[in-house]
């Protein structure tokens, strides 16, 4: 806890029983931390404490981040889980001094450039927490919605599923892809789509306000360059 150590670099993943037994426990001086692409899994409490961390890059090798991985980690800003073909699970349960996995934490931005699932059972993985904007390459599943807590303002969705929404409050929503994004009406449930705006491909501005669903946002404007 005390370890003035400020750079790491993990080459393979590291295993331990019990929740105060990570290397990084509450060490508040780890300010840049790489992990290989030999890394599969972010263990439970990894990094719980780690108020020195601003921003952490996941590689497409990371399958797995256990319960409370990022919890109490109060100045990460930014999270980017970098492009890949496997899937990633994020683990959120309830086990006393465990909570949601990016609890406590203020993010500005987060990259998702591959599927993930939020495998939160009986815990909101953002308890807690906040995120602001996201930007979605790959698909989004799991149990408790809204995947990304309540104080999400800016999405950027660049694939051809949309997850779920619902209950949210966001300001700007960019369907990046070059055909109308399949959506239903439970997916922004109880949200106040009336005051988002919806940014999309300009020649798809006719199709998002012929939509059910899409033609409900506040305001519809075009993207250009597609």
């Not at 030999?38 to 439970?44: D, M, P, Q």
């Not at 906040?130 to 979605?136: K, M």
Request: aromatic letters at 14%; one cysteine or more; proline letters at 4%.
């Amino acid at each position: 806890e005390n370890v003035p150590l400020k750079k790491v670099y993990l080459g393979r993943d590291i295993n331990y029983s019990a929740v105060y037994y990570s290397p990084f426990y509450r060490n508040r001086n780890i300010s840049d931390f790489t992990f290989s692409n030999k890394v599969t899994t972010i263990n439970r409490s990894f990094f719980i404490g780690c108020t020195g961390l601003e921003s952490i890059t996941i590689p497409n090798s990371v399958t797995t981040i256990c319960n409370n991985g990022f919890c109490d980690c109060t100045n990460l800003k930014t999270i980017i889980i970098e492009d890949g073909d496997k899937s990633l699970t994020i683990q959120s349960y309830s086990e006393q001094t465990v909570s949601g996995t990016f609890s406590n934490c203020s993010i500005d931005s987060m990259y998702i450039g591959r599927n993930v699932y939020f495998d939160n059972k009986t815990e909101h993985t953002f308890d807690h927490a906040t995120l602001r904007c996201v930007y979605i390459k790959g698909r989004i599943t799991g149990h408790f919605t809204p995947f990304f807590g309540n104080d999400l303002k800016t999405v950027y969705l660049d694939y051809n599923t949309c997850p779920a929404f619902m209950g949210l409050a966001i300001r700007d929503f960019y369907c990046l892809p070059t055909q109308v994004i399949p959506v239903n009406h439970t997916d922004f449930k109880d949200s106040m789509t009336d005051i988002t705006t919806l940014h999309v491909p300009s020649p798809l501005i006719k199709d998002y306000k012929a939509h059910d669903v899409w033609s409900s946002f506040g305001n519809i404007i075009g993207i250009d360059g597609y």
